[in-house]
């Protein structure tokens, strides 16, 4: 599958380098040839030009191409090239419709997404196929990361399945047992641990979990769970123990932004209490006039985030969360930075810069989220789309994958044993979602089940290299 890429900026080089640790054939499009000498270590075909340019699309191979992604930072530019690139295809290849090629759009400006504001959906009148906005899993990915601040990260999976993944602390219990025995240990702490689908030892590449491996000092432990009342179970048996959490926390948001809202939105549902501090006087008031500002447990204020005097008089200490959604990535770290200093426990912050995630966990500061990161794996995941199930992108485990697959009568898992499914496939199954004859939906971990059924969606993991293999297993 020959991909082409149009933006070779931080996202464009992030999603060229995931496809081609899958092995596909990936060329890259940008004008600025900065950009372009930024991506010559990842090793795939490189065009400086503009995705406007019908030589430069020619250059990266349109006529073989599957997919194009639109990645620059214009909006309405990923839309007009979605339409020039099938023009340009339907000339080369003489498919008047360009049905051989998916044009994929990345969308910044959640406006244009939203059906009152915007002009959604804009698959129905764009030659985009799928226009991506990632501003729900940025929310999700920010707002489940804060439940267990002590976990490295948390990933989404969807369907109510987390993957959580952390390193063992030097006095966790788990040191000595093997892989396999902690989900099946009855002590206090370790009673119904989700199971290790996966392993990191310091220095070496993460693998799939066979269950014989021992647990060491300093391991990265790929959990999967379906309920987020296990985080806590998983980070006490790591040898960490985050702070107990209300069950409607109290929750400081700084930047009354795109992202601020939504985040309000999603906590203010849930029973939180909620107060917003922006320093633009017309952004403050249009949140009040908006359809959250009506709501009594939230309060907005229009000041400096950084004004010491503010802070005291909202009594940040006393806040569970304080969540920093900012334009700037700097300002959101120094804010993140002042209000763990004055006691919040669980401190969330918006950054664009990939690189400046790690960084910021080394500091102390407990669920950065980089923007860019998750609109990598949410594009990865449009990429796959065409493809059985559904695909999830580990930043964190760069060679490990999550996939599922929906079973019917003639899939080649049916009927199957999980041992057999995991050995025919080398992969993990991590969760059967099972529609019982009740029509009771449930989550189960497949060492609850005998057999694949008919109507079960499987979730896997398995090695990137080995994902062209599976997906071709599971009907490609």
């Not at 993957?163 to 025995?181: M, R, W």
Request: proline share 4%.
């Amino acid at each position: 599958m020959r991909v082409i890429i149009a933006g070779a900026g931080e996202v464009g080089r992030g999603i060229a380098s995931a496809l081609r640790g899958e092995r596909r054939s990936v060329a890259l499009i940008d004008p600025d040839p900065d950009a372009i000498s930024s991506s010559q270590s990842l090793d795939c075909l490189l065009v400086t030009g503009s995705a406007l340019s019908r030589d430069s699309l020619l250059r990266a191979g349109i006529s073989d191409a599957e997919i194009i992604v639109m990645a620059t930072n214009n909006d309405e530019l990923n839309l007009l090239a979605c339409s020039f690139a099938k023009k340009v295809y339907s000339e080369q290849v003489g498919d008047r419709n360009a049905s051989g090629l998916i044009c994929i759009a990345r969308i910044r400006n959640t406006n244009l997404v939203d059906e009152m504001k915007g002009a959604a959906p804009l698959e129905k009148w764009s030659r985009a196929d799928n226009t991506v906005c990632a501003s729900e899993e940025i929310v999700d990915h920010l707002v489940t990361g804060l439940l267990a601040p002590s976990l490295n990260d948390i990933v989404p999976l969807g369907d109510n399945i987390w993957i959580a993944i952390s390193e063992v602390k030097e006095n966790s219990p788990l040191i000595g047992s093997t892989t396999s025995e902690p989900s099946q240990a009855k002590d206090d702490i370790s009673a119904f641990i989700p199971p290790i689908y996966a392993i990191k030892s310091k220095g070496e590449k993460e693998i799939l979990s066979n269950g014989s491996e021992v647990i060491k000092e300093g391991d990265t432990l790929v959990f999967v769970t379906n309920s987020t009342s296990k985080f806590r179970l998983i980070t006490r048996a790591l040898g960490e123990l985050d702070s107990d959490l209300p069950d409607n926390p109290t929750v400081a948001i700084f930047g009354a932004t795109h992202f601020g809202s939504k985040i309000a939105n999603r906590y203010l549902s849930s029973g939180s209490s909620v107060v917003i501090i922006e320093p633009d006087l017309d952004t403050a008031n249009e949140i009040v006039g908006s359809e959250i500002g009506i709501n009594k447990r939230l309060d907005v204020i229009h000041g400096d985030p950084q004004d010491e005097e503010l802070l005291r008089e909202l009594a940040i200490d006393e806040q569970d969360i304080a969540i920093s959604t900012l334009d700037d990535d700097n300002l959101n770290i120094s804010i993140s930075m002042r209000a763990k200093d004055k006691g919040v426990s669980r401190t969330g912050l918006l950054l664009k810069d990939r690189a400046l995630v790690e960084a910021v966990k080394r500091i102390g500061l407990t669920r950065p989220v980089s923007s860019r990161q998750v609109a990598i794996s949410a594009i990865l995941k449009s990429i796959h789309k065409n493809y059985p199930g559904s695909y999830q992108n580990i930043p964190s485990l760069p060679s490990i994958v999550s996939l599922s697959t929906i079973i019917n009568a003639d899939h080649i898992l049916v009927n199957s044993s999980i041992k057999d499914a995991e050995n025919n496939l080398d992969v993990r199954v991590v969760m059967i979602d099972r529609t019982d004859g009740e029509g009771n939906r449930e989550l189960r971990y497949p060492i609850s089940v005998n057999t694949i059924e008919n109507g079960d969606r499987v979730y896997l993991l398995t090695q990137k290299d080995n994902l062209r293999k599976v997906e071709k297993a599971l009907g490609n």
